[in-house]
């Protein structure tokens, strides 16, 4: 079984920056590909970040070059580093995982989900 855990989450203010955290309980963590996936109200989870298990990475049009994923199998973490926060990154943030994952960018290619932190942006 394979347990995810968020922290980071938060209140900012726009052009703010957060980091938000992913820590797995699960043996060879090295072996999953991971991601980052957000929803909003009345809107459907959408895909963020992602990092393979060999380290590629990929993340969404919207967040490029303001946001960085990366992960340190020594913790069994995952990170995601939001700069220059907008408004509509106004979120509840999801980690997920998926051994021998790709790091796809569809949430349906993720088995293991966690529970989610909430990023709030004011303007």
């Known amino acids: 079984q394979v347990q995810l855990v968020e922290s980071g989450g938060g209140l900012v203010q726009a052009g703010d920056s957060l980091r938000l955290s992913c820590a797995a309980s699960?043996?060879?963590?090295?072996?999953?590909?991971m991601g980052w996936f957000r929803q909003s109200p009345g809107k459907e989870r959408e895909f963020v970040a992602a990092i393979s298990y060999g380290g590629g990475t990929d993340d969404a049009d919207s967040v490029q070059g303001r946001f960085t994923i990366h992960r340190d199998n020594a913790k069994n973490t995952v990170f995601l580093l939001m700069n220059n926060l907008k408004p509509e990154d106004t979120a509840v943030y999801y980690c997920?995982?998926?051994?021998w994952g790709y790091g796809s960018t569809g949430p349906q290619d993720y088995r293991y989900w966690g529970q989610g932190t909430q990023v709030t942006v004011s303007s």
């Open positions: 997920a995982a998926e051994l």
């Open positions: 699960v043996r060879a963590f090295s072996s999953y590909g």
